[in-house]
């Protein structure tokens, strides 16, 4: 549809503008182009992504064809080439700044980066193979995509997926999941962080760490905790002997101190806390709480409405009733 003397609606404006953008990045001559896969391969990606039942389908009918949608399949070709292109030594390995599709393509939208990393994969599992990553581990580590697709379901009442800029550190190789936890390796960043905990005996701006991330499929189980920790060590210098990490660092609203002034004393989260010691700034953490914890996308939360049925939900709803604010915390512990 067009507009006024062949103008384009806003509509259209706002699609071809998506595609622009993405179009806009470099050809990366260097990184082999996908291809579409056939039934049996997209069906099989699927599983290894755990994409959920109810997602399939629109997954599967909305995979652009080179020759029918040649604009969105290219778009997706400048993705797939970003997301594994070589920045170069000593440069930062930073996630593409790829833009939300606009709501006008509808679920051919919301699935855009879903499409891409299901085009993507081979490429991915290859880098696996080549470090000697176990099944068992790559497996757990690329199912993180379809524990988003449930996550963007519970909170938007649709099928979609808005984590891509997240799951950029699977795919390079750079977090996996072992056990309870994920790992990325990274570097301390105390521009980010607010600070370092090098006067404490932590790390310094810029040394090596495993930043330790909590996927939301369980209770913070000690001993499940004590495995992956224990776990990361012999990981990251089986696979990646090229350097050595001594501490782990995190940040989440999950460090939050005032939290035990809310939980009972044996609170896996609370003891989760104990691991580390915290250090730099703490800014307001209120929509990552009602994000993660209730499904409630930023600016939607109605506090009246959200769910009560446990301790941590009725401790986080009054303490935001009565003026309070959650908190993100830094903190470092050593690994063993």
Known sequence: MTGHAGRPTDTEAAVRHWLAVLGEQPAVTTVTDPTPPTGSELAERMDLLAVPGPDRE??????????RDPARWEALVRCHQQLYADPGPGAPSAAPDWPTAPAALGSDGRYFYVHLYVLALP??????????????????????????????????????????????????????RLG?????????????????????????????????????DGPLDRAGCDASFAAAGEFQARHFPGGRHRHATCSSWLLDRQLADHLPESS?????????????????????????????????????????????????????????HWRTAHGWTDLP
Request: no cysteine; hydrophobic share 40%; net charge neutral.
């Open 58 to 67: 629109e997954v599967a009918a909305g995979l652009p064809d080179p020759g």
């Open 123 to 176: 490429q991915a599992l290859d880098r696996q193979r080549r470090l000697g990553i176990p099944d068992d581990v790559v497996a757990a580590t690329f199912a993180d995509l379809g524990a988003k697709l449930t996550t963007y379901r519970l909170g938007h009442g649709t099928g979609g997926f808005d984590r891509q800029r997240w799951i950029v550190r699977h795919f390079r190789g750079a977090l996996h």
């Open 180 to 216: 309870r936890l994920q790992f990325e390796r990274g570097v301390l960043d105390a521009d980010a962080s607010g600070g370092d905990a090098a006067a404490a005996g932590g790390p310094a701006h810029g040394d090596p760490v495993l930043q330790v991330h909590i996927p939301e």
């Open 268 to 324: 896996n989260i609370l003891a989760f806390q104990r691991r580390f010691a915290t250090f730099g700034a703490r800014p307001v953490g209120d929509d990552d709480v009602l994000e993660f914890v209730f499904h409630a996308p930023p600016g939607t939360a109605d506090l009246d409405r959200l769910p009560q049925r446990t301790t941590l939900h009725r401790s986080l709803v009054r303490h935001l009733r009565s003026g309070g």
